[in-house]
């Protein structure tokens, strides 16, 4: 089946932008979706169908897609953003996968 | 409001069947959304198992067909999950989640079970 690649982590400074990169070869024939997951909490979801977002979202969180890689971007990152990034999607069979996460840091 | 709720044994022997079920309020498991099971081993990432869709379709994680069952309790609006032949490598914590082409837009708490003797 397919994998989703994210980096292991991400740091950044208050205020700065974040980038998460996804890859994969479900990209972009099927779409991306982005959890955010803190410490004891269940995920949630931040970004669906590659770039809409929840309206309980923030703006600052934006989702993009090119080719075989799909990215989140926060934009003017705050403390509560630290937490666990998922990407996931799936195959053309309805097997849904999930990336291996990328943990934010926030220095 | 949909509100998910997943219930069950914390502890579950090895070689036994970890049985959990999901109550959900506010929705129909028999509407167009799909319902997923999702687990996370300590300290490690997301895992999907499978879903139920389509009053009582199922899909399931290759690497755990053998041994899953998610099966549907219409006349309680719940649904089940049933691993057999657990080993401690199924000690997880396992959710819940509504899912759909808008995304798992809404999961339970969490349940943690201890695969141990």
């Known amino acids: 089946s397919s994998e989703l690649t994210q980096p292991p982590s991400v740091s950044v400074s208050p205020g700065q932008t974040a980038t998460i990169t996804c890859s994969g070869d479900?990209?972009?024939?099927?779409?991306a979706y982005w959890y955010q997951q803190k410490p004891g909490q269940a995920p949630m979801l931040i970004i669906y169908?590659?770039?809409e977002r929840p309206s309980r979202i923030p703006e600052r969180f934006s989702g993009s897609s090119s080719g075989t890689t799909v990215t989140l971007t926060i934009r003017g990152v705050q403390a509560e953003d630290e937490a666990d990034y998922y990407c996931?999607?799936?195959?053309?069979?309805?097997?849904?996968?999930f990336g291996g996460g990328t943990k934010l840091t926030v220095l | 409001q949909v509100q998910l709720r997943e219930s069950g044994p914390a502890l579950v022997k090895p070689s036994g069947t970890l049985s959990l079920t999901c109550a959900v309020s506010?929705?129909?498991?028999?509407?167009?959304?799909?319902y997923c099971w999702v687990r996370q081993a300590p300290g490690k990432g997301l895992e999907w198992i499978g879903q139920?869709?389509?009053?009582?379709?199922?899909t399931y994680h290759p690497s755990l067909k053998s041994r899953v069952i998610i099966s549907p309790d219409n006349s309680k609006n719940q649904f089940s999950l049933k691993v057999s032949a657990v080993t401690v490598a199924d000690t997880a914590v396992y959710y819940c989640?509504?899912?759909?082409?808008?995304?798992?837009?809404?999961w339970g708490q969490g349940t943690s079970v201890t695969v141990s003797s």
């Open positions: 989640a509504r899912g759909g082409i808008n995304g798992m837009d809404v």
């Open positions: 506010g929705d129909s498991i028999r509407s167009s959304n799909w």
């Open positions: 139920i869709y389509n009053s009582g379709r199922t």
């Open positions: 479900a990209f972009p024939k099927q779409y």
């Open positions: 169908k590659d770039a």
């Open positions: 996931q999607s799936a195959d053309s069979t309805s097997i849904v996968m």
